[in-house]
């Protein structure tokens, strides 16, 4: 069987045709490529610091808990604990998880270090500390403060940080 010219010149357009449907230029690839390239470098920046304040209420949150603890503490025994491990806590200094869990101070990725400054029977003072990634990306707020007075602070000076 053979083919005329024009049913040749008919299957080599159509074989043409299905080629180009089939895959995609390179052009078109780079230019996927850079969209999301350009995607990427905007949006990157934007999730570490959604990550950076998302820690700073974790690190509120635990020091509102720790306060809570102290409070009843010293409806209990007239006076405030001397340290933490006073108001059951494996450790004077304590660490906090990504999670807002308390954990160890030597604890692998953790965000920040608890401690309990100042106290007295009267008075305390609750700090947070950021550590590794947090305090490397922190350029803010620093270390937060809590009094028995409900004072909050960050050293660090920035605004929003509560």
């Known amino acids: ?4 010219l024009e049913q040749a010149m008919h299957m080599s357009r159509i074989l043409r045709n299905r080629s180009r449907a089939a895959g995609f230029t ?9 969209i999301i390239s350009i995607l ?10 959604y990550i950076v304040r998302s820690n700073h209420k974790a690190a509120a949150s635990a ?9 009843q503490f010293f409806l209990d025994n007239k006076s405030y604990a001397d340290s933490l491990t006073t108001l059951g806590y494996a450790a004077d200094v304590i660490g906090l998880d990504r999670d807002g869990q308390f954990t160890g101070s030597d604890a692998e990725d953790i965000i920040y270090t608890l401690t309990m400054t100042d106290s007295g029977a009267t008075t305390y003072q609750l700090e947070a500390e950021p550590e590794g990634t947090q305090a490397e ?7 937060f403060t809590l009094d028995d007075s409900g004072n909050r602070g960050a050293t660090g000076g920035g605004d929003n940080c509560w």
């Open 137 to 143: 990306r922190d350029n803010a707020c620093g270390t």
């Open 1 to 4: 069987m053979m083919l005329t």
């Open 40 to 49: 990427a470098a905007v949006g990157y920046p934007s999730y570490g610091q």
């Open 26 to 34: 390179l052009v078109e690839l780079m230019i996927v490529l850079l």
């Open 63 to 71: 020091l509102y808990r720790l306060a809570d603890r102290q409070e």
